[in-house]
T-cell receptor
Framework: EAGVAQSPRYKIIEKRQSVAFWCNPI?????LYWYQQILGQGPKLLIQ????????DSQLPKDRFSAERLKGVDSTLKIQPAKLEDSAVYLC??????????????FGPGTRLTVL | GQQLNQSPQSMFIQEGEDVSMNCTSS?????WLWYKQDPGEGPVLLIA?????ELTSNGRLTAQFGITRKDSFLNISASIPSDVGIYFC????????????FGSGTQLTVLP
């Protein structure tokens, strides 16, 4: 079974430039998450989708970050314009939406962003 | 936002030794999870705990959900070189739409 796919794996940009990351979740997983992981810290949730709807984006810096999941499958996270403090690994995860209290989140390998 | 205090921040142990790490929070969680992250990869789930007091094993790994629901620990017995990595605890608050809060991680190094 294919895992969560992310691209690119690495990206280096200058501050004030724009960047986009792509995620393709595991087939059949209705819930998709974007996390930001700063070096030396645990992942922090940015946004959660259920199909093509947003469940929670309370920690997404909406002045510069945006995300979409138009067809309820793959998703794009964009940063415009980037700041130095956006340097981090951006992780995408997906989970099957079932009746249990917790459905395992499967993580992709992440995109490492460096802002110069 | 919610915070999980994970300790220790890093550990250096000899191959074959046991290791223990823990997480505490001021909030009550209804699920505790332990993940391992290797360099260049996303976190992988090791153990999930759903009930206060629950003790669960996965091979050489054992984790417990604290009685107060505000803490959890992970033990690794007889460590081997492939145990090297960063271990994260994560908690899920009641009614949080399955969202996770992660600890800051424990970097484990196993010396031969």
């Amino acid at each position: 079974e294919a895992g969560v796919a992310q691209s690119p794996r690495y990206k280096i940009i200058e501050k004030r430039q724009s960047v986009a990351f792509w995620c393709n979740p595991i087939s059949g997983h209705a819930t998709l998450y974007w996390y930001q992981q700063i070096l030396g810290q645990g992942p922090k949730l940015l946004i959660q989708f259920q199909n093509n709807g947003v469940v929670d984006d309370s920690q997404l810096p909406k002045d510069r970050f945006s995300a979409e999941r138009l067809k309820g499958v793959d998703s794009t996270l964009k940063i415009q314009p980037a700041k130095l403090e956006d340097s981090a690994v951006y992780l995408c995860a997906s989970s099957f939406t079932g009746l249990s209290s917790y459905n395992e989140q499967f993580f992709g390998p992440g995109t490492r962003l460096t802002v110069l | 936002g919610q915070q999980l205090n994970q300790s220790p921040q890093s550990m250096f142990i000899q191959e074959g030794e046991d290791v223990s790490m823990n997480c505490t929070s001021s909030s009550i969680f209804n699920t505790w999870l332990w993940y391992k992250q290797d360099p260049g990869e996303g976190p992988v789930l090791l153990i999930a705990l759903y009930k206060a007091g629950e003790l669960t094993s996965n091979g050489r790994l054992t984790a417990q959900f604290g009685i107060t629901r505000k803490d959890s620990f992970l033990n690794i017995s007889a460590s081997i070189p492939s145990d090297v990595g960063i271990y994260f605890c994560a908690g899920q608050l009641a009614g949080s739409a399955r969202q996770l809060t992660f600890g800051s991680g424990t970097q484990l190094t196993v010396l031969p």
